[in-house]
């Protein structure tokens, strides 16, 4: 961990009394699915500070957590100012649809900074639907042909393409599940800088 007294600060620092019950009552989330998106909060939180020119994107969990934190202006102003040491801006809109680059390097500094993968239940995987929509197409046009030549051979050649697609996909990647990422308008990450993408990034 690069900076391990701003982790500590964050990882201590209260948030709004009973912010996990409030948590449960307004998604309907079991009270440990709840602590557990409050803590993967506070990482997201570190990863932000951590690097001011780099985009951090949040899952959906993450995302309902900050949302809320922030309902509460001035305990959302402390924890900025106290435990970031800066501005984190909260977008008052939606967020727009967004996958892909920002969200494979928001896992990869996460799994560096905390030494594993980020949790599947709390940051499902962006990717997840495009390599099961590929592998599956494959899958049907094998069968497909099997049925029009009266062979087992492009079946198995499907299932087997399928499989490998499937396989190849999930080396190196970063466990998750199957939803949407989110980024505001303007910027995650404290000044929406490029900071993974040029010499010194991810």
């Not at 996460?110 to 499902?124: M, V």
Request: some cysteine.
């Amino acid at each position: 961990m690069k900076d391990q007294v701003l982790w500590e600060r964050i990882e201590v620092h209260p948030l709004p009394e009973d912010f996990v019950e409030l948590l449960v009552a307004r998604t309907g989330w079991p009270r440990d699915r709840a602590e557990a998106a409050v803590a993967e909060y506070r990482r997201l939180a570190y990863l932000v500070a951590l690097v001011k020119t780099a985009r951090r994107v949040p899952s959906k969990a993450v995302e309902q957590v900050w949302r809320l934190h922030g309902e509460d202006r001035a305990a959302y102003t402390r924890f900025c100012a106290e435990a970031l040491g800066r501005d984190w801006h909260l977008p008052d809109g939606p967020f727009p649809r967004r996958s892909g680059r920002d969200m494979e390097l928001t896992l990869k500094a996460y799994a560096r900074e905390f030494g594993e993968r980020a949790p599947a239940r709390i940051w499902p995987d962006p990717n997840r639907r495009l390599r099961f929509g590929i592998a599956g197409g494959v899958l049907v046009a094998g069968a497909a042909g099997s049925l029009a030549a009266v062979s087992v051979l492009p079946v198995v050649a499907g299932a087997a393409l399928a499989v490998l697609i499937l396989w190849l996909g999930n080396r190196g990647s970063v466990e998750a599940g199957d939803h949407w990422w989110y980024l505001p308008p303007n910027d995650i990450g404290f000044d929406g800088g490029g900071g993974d993408g040029g010499g010194g990034g991810d």
